[in-house]
C-alpha cells in the first residue's frame, strides 16, 4: 500500500512495505531514485536491527549465536500505518523473536512529515523486552543525479577524514586499510570507481549534514541527528544514476571484531523506559 502526503509545493510516496520513501517531488523535482531493478530495485529501506554485515550472517547476543542477516529485517516487513493529516503520517512496525533469531521484542516506528521544501523522518525504537537492547539503525535514501562523475559532495563542515577498505570476499571492512577522502575539506568529488569495493564508510565525521551537487547546482541536502556515521553506496560497475547516503548507527563488521554484536562499533541500546530517538532531513 502507498501513502502519499502533499503540500502546495510538495508530495512524498511512502510504500508500507517497509515504510520505504519512493517518491520526493518538490517544486516540480522528483529527488529520489525510481527503484529501476535492473540497477537496484530499492529506493530509501530501513536498517535495523543491522546495518550491513555480521561476519557470515551470524553473531552473538546474551552469549548466544544467533542468525542477522544482512541489513536486518525491518525492510522486509509490512508496516501499519496511520495517516495522520494530508502532510504527516506514521508507520510502525513490531517484531517479536523466534528462536535463534534476534532475541529482543522491539517496535520501529517511522513518522514522515512533509513539509514546502523537506521531508523530515523521525524515527524511535522501542524495547519491548527486559534488559538494555542492542541495536543498529541506519537510513538509505538513494538520491537521483544524471551522472555521480559530475557530482560533489559538500560536508557541513570541514573533515580530515578516511575510510576503511570492504574485503569483498568476506564482506567486513579493513581495520588497518583505509583511504584517505578529506584533508581539512568539506568537499568530496564523486566518481562511480571510488564504489568498486562497495560502500564508502565515514567511520569518523563531525558533520551532520552534506549537500549533493551537481555541475555545481544543488540536487539534495541531507541532515540528520543521533546518527553518528555517513555511508555512500551505488552499485559497482554499473553507472546508475543515483547515489545512496546515508546516516547510520553501527556498520558492517571490521576484520578486528569480536563478533560479539553488544560490542560492534556504533551500536547503540534502548532500555524498556527510554526509546532510542532519531532523525533524517530530505530538503531541496
Known amino acids: 500500500m502507498n501513502i502519499t502526503l502533499k503540500t502546495e509545493n510538495s508530495s512524498a510516496v511512502i510504500e508500507s512495505m517497509g515504510a520505504q520513501l519512493k517518491s520526493l517531488v518538490i517544486d516540480g523535482r522528483e529527488i529520489m531514485w525510481c527503484a529501476d531493478p535492473s540497477f537496484w530495485g530499492k529506493s530509501s529501506p530501513v536498517l535495523f536491527?543491522?546495518?550491513?554485515?555480521?561476519?557470515?550472517?551470524?553473531?552473538?547476543?546474551?552469549?548466544?549465536?544467533?542468525?542477522?542477516g544482512k541489513h536486518g529485517f525491518a525492510r522486509d516487513n509490512e508496516f501499519d500505518c496511520q495517516q495522520l493529516s494530508d502532510s504527516e503520517a506514521i508507520f510502525s512496525y513490531e517484531y517479536t523473536p523466534t528462536e535463534g533469531e534476534f532475541p529482543y521484542k522491539a517496535r520501529l516506528t517511522m513518522k514522515y512529515t512533509l513539509s514546502a521544501d523537506n521531508i523530515r523522518i523521525d524515527y524511535t525504537v522501542?524495547?519491548?523486552?527486559?534488559?538494555?537492547?542492542?541495536?543498529?539503525?541506519?537510513?538509505?535514501?538513494?538520491?537521483?543525479?544524471?551522472?555521480?562523475?559530475?557530482?560533489?559532495?559538500?560536508?557541513?563542515?570541514?573533515?580530515?577524514?578516511?575510510?576503511?577498505?570492504?574485503?569483498?570476499?568476506n564482506r567486513m571492512f579493513?581495520?588497518?586499510?583505509?583511504?584517505?577522502?578529506?584533508?581539512?575539506?568539506?568537499?568530496?568529488?564523486?566518481?562511480?570507481?571510488?564504489?568498486?569495493?562497495?560502500?564508502?564508510?565515514?567511520?569518523?565525521?563531525?558533520?551532520?549534514?552534506?549537500?549533493?551537487?551537481?555541475?555545481?547546482?544543488?540536487?539534495?541536502?541531507?541532515?540528520?541527528g543521533g546518527f553518528d556515521s555517513l555511508g555512500l553506496w551505488?552499485?559497482?560497475?554499473?553507472?546508475?544514476?543515483?547515489?545512496?547516503?546515508e546516516p547510520w548507527c553501527g556498520s558492517d563488521d571490521y576484520d578486528c571484531d569480536d563478533n560479539i554484536f553488544e560490542h560492534k562499533k556504533g551500536i547503540q541500546f534502548a532500555s524498556p523506559d527510554k526509546p532510542f530517538c532519531s532523525y533524517i532531513i530530505i530538503s531541496r
Open 234 to 245: 551505488t552499485p559497482a560497475g554499473k553507472n546508475a544514476g543515483f547515489i545512496c547516503i
Open 49 to 68: 536491527p543491522a546495518v550491513g554485515n555480521v561476519k557470515n550472517n551470524k553473531t552473538i547476543i546474551n552469549g548466544k549465536e544467533i542468525h542477522l
Open 174 to 224: 579493513e581495520s588497518k586499510n583505509r583511504i584517505a577522502r578529506l584533508d581539512n575539506s568539506d568537499t568530496l568529488k564523486l566518481c562511480y570507481s571510488m564504489f568498486d569495493n562497495d560502500v564508502v564508510y565515514f567511520d569518523e565525521i563531525n558533520s551532520r549534514a552534506v549537500t549533493l551537487k551537481e555541475n555545481g547546482n544543488a540536487l539534495a541536502t541531507i541532515s540528520y
Open 126 to 169: 522501542y524495547n519491548l523486552s527486559d534488559g538494555n537492547m542492542p541495536f543498529c539503525l541506519g537510513g538509505h535514501p538513494a538520491i537521483a543525479c544524471d551522472n555521480l562523475n559530475d557530482c560533489e559532495l559538500i560536508f557541513e563542515k570541514p573533515e580530515t577524514a578516511s575510510t576503511p577498505v570492504m574485503n569483498l570476499d
